[in-house]
């Protein structure tokens, strides 16, 4: 695709990347068939290829308006275009460039601006989300229930978690809002990976990855954390006391793998970056690798009679932000679980960070989607790899929704 950019951000590192991505769009229109909210609102500026589009006039110096935005926030980055792209569109970076530049131009109302500043305010604070939370959980039969399905009644007990007693060690991130809502999450892979032989550990005082405040047009917030997650993380890398980095949120592991470009301009930071980036992975890549081991512990419980049904949601970050297609579905079959049929896997389920939030309508219309393509085939749970899908998910049906680690742990258990 031509373009002309305009003098305010021609030859900068921003433009030519834009200019770069711009090129390899060849408009043909495969990434509408896969986009979520064209497919709900069938509306072309509500397509990646509409939408790339505006971007490209915003660059070249036309009047953004608050429609401009509007399309643009209706967009869940959810990136299942760039894996439909045979041209290879990187759209979820574009899609950064446009919004902080349509952010710069335009001005959103006050309950916009309050409700984004309080996101960003809460959610990276682990300890007052979680007093929150606390109070949310407690006045929860007096919420709206749109407000009330975003609230879960009560967090599954972490259980033991085993010491760090291996010489193999791997970081975790506990993240920002996973330890008060699934905290049993980074236990159960914990003593999984503890029975393979790799220690999980957490880096103290390490934080939120930075992709909330990013994603909302706060990137120079979102750097900053990313930053500071960097500087908790690098004691271990420098004294080579862990062999990665294994993230058991694929929404965080995405922004993770991602440091190497979000900090490329910083001369302090871009090595250090790039170093995390490489070693970073999702739980399920580990697991897999460790399969003989994995398959000699389960060849020592005995098979259950009737297998668990599982419908596995492979959430967005995973298939199409890390790329990591079909591993978590062998991980649970390999250890005894029957996976169910699920039509549309490739859309998303609504959550995309605070979409649900700020974006309630179509969320919904997404999620009632997605359950009814989970239900389809009778599961009696439903496995993520998110904490943001598994809340999400979870405020819509009464079929239990875990992430799969806790399935894999239960069957070492028995």
């Known amino acids: 695709m031509h373009t002309e950019l305009a003098d305010f951000i021609r030859g900068t590192p921003m433009g030519r990347e834009a200019e770069a991505i711009l090129r390899k769009c060849v408009h043909c229109g495969f990434c509408t068939a896969t986009c979520p909210t064209y497919q709900l609102l069938g509306d072309e500026l509500d397509s990646p290829r509409g939408r790339i589009y505006l971007i490209k006039r915003v660059l070249e110096g036309a009047a953004v308006t608050e429609r401009t935005r509007l399309h643009l926030d209706r967009c869940l ?27 710069t131009r335009t001005t959103r109302s006050p309950w916009q601006r309050l409700q984004r500043a309080a996101l960003a305010f ?6 007052l989300f979680g007093a929150l939370l606390a109070l949310g959980r407690w006045v929860r039969p007096f919420l709206p229930r749109a407000l009330r399905d975003k609230v ?16 193999r060690r791997v970081l975790a991130l506990a993240g920002c809002v996973q330890p008060a809502l699934a905290p049993a999450i980074n236990a159960a892979a914990a003593r999984v990976l503890d029975r393979i032989g790799i220690s999980l550990i957490e ?24 930053r500071a997650l960097i500087d908790r993380w690098w004691p271990y890398l420098e004294r080579d006391e862990v062999e ?15 440091y190497a470009h979000a900090l490329e301009q910083d001369a302090d930071y871009r090595h250090k970056a790039a170093r995390i980036s490489l070693l970073t992975r999702d739980l399920s890549e580990l697991v897999a690798a460790e399969a003989p081991a994995l398959e000699r512990l389960l060849e020592t419980r005995t098979p259950r009679s009737e297998p668990l049904r599982v419908a596995f949601q492979s959430p ?44 309630p309508e179509l969320s919904l219309q997404l999620r009632e989607r997605k359950l009814a393509a ?21 405020g819509g049906t009464a079929t239990p929704v875990r992430h799969w680690i806790q399935l894999l742990d239960d069957v070492l258990q028995e």
């Open 77 to 103: 980055t959810c990136r299942s275009c760039e894996t439909t792209c045979p041209s290879g569109v990187q759209y979820g970076r574009l899609a950064d460039i446009g919004r902080q530049l349509v952010e």
């Open 122 to 127: 809460v959610l990276p604070r682990t300890a």
């Open 152 to 167: 879960p009644a009560r967090s599954e007990r972490a259980g033991v978690r085993p010491a760090a007693r291996h010489r």
């Open 203 to 226: 880096a103290p005082g390490a934080g939120c990855c930075g992709a909330l405040r990013y994603h909302l047009n706060q990137q120079d917030a979102g750097r900053d954390e990313m």
């Open 244 to 258: 990665g980095i294994v993230m058991t949120a694929s929404g965080c592991g995405a922004t993770v793998e991602e």
């Open 316 to 359: 967005c970050s995973l298939q199409h932000g890390l790329k990591v297609h079909g591993v978590v579905e062998r991980v649970l079959a390999s250890s005894g679980h029957l996976l169910t049929p699920v039509a549309e896997a490739h859309l998303c389920c609504g959550s995309a960070g605070t979409y649900s939030i700020l974006q």
């Open 374 to 394: 989970l239900a389809a085939g009778e599961p009696q749970v439903i496995a993520t790899a998110n904490v943001g899908c598994l809340t999400h998910l979870q």
